[in-house]
Nanobody
Framework: VQLVESGGGLVQPGGSLRLSCAAS????????MSWYRQAPGKERELVAG????????VHAGSVKGRFTISRDNAKNTVYLQMNSLKPEDTAVYYC?????????WGQGTQVTVSS
């Protein structure tokens, strides 16, 4: 299993970013996918999750209405569209999957929201 995140960077408050996570090594279209984030000095927290078909999603209360998770099963990729970014969204963002009872993580992508 390999998960490779991309799309992070430095953005001003109110800006937008789209994160991507390219997956390989498993049948992507049959697995639930999630995004987590970890800010300095804080625990890793769930940001959003999406069902295997994409027809069911969940978003943390802190990002609801601003972030949207989606997926393209033809491209084996899950996305996180982040709008109206705030300084408190600054964190390393990870995509993750539970495959054969083990949770796999990507290497993470840094998102910094600052003026």
């Amino acid at each position: 299993v390999q998960l490779v995140e991309s799309g992070g960077g430095l953005v001003q408050p109110g800006g937008s970013l789209r994160l991507s996570c390219a997956a390989s090594g498993f049948t992507f279209s049959t697995y639930y996918m999630s995004w987590y984030r970890q800010a300095p000095g804080k625990e890793r927290e769930l940001v959003a999750g999406i069902s295997s078909t994409g027809d069911s999603t969940v978003h943390a209360g802190s990002v609801k209405g601003r972030f949207t998770i989606s997926r393209d099963n033809a491209k084996n990729t899950v996305y996180l569209q982040m709008n109206s970014l705030k300084p408190e969204d600054t964190a390393v963002y990870y995509c993750t999957v539970v495959y054969r009872s083990r949770r796999y993580w990507g290497q993470g992508t840094q998102v910094t929201v600052s003026s």
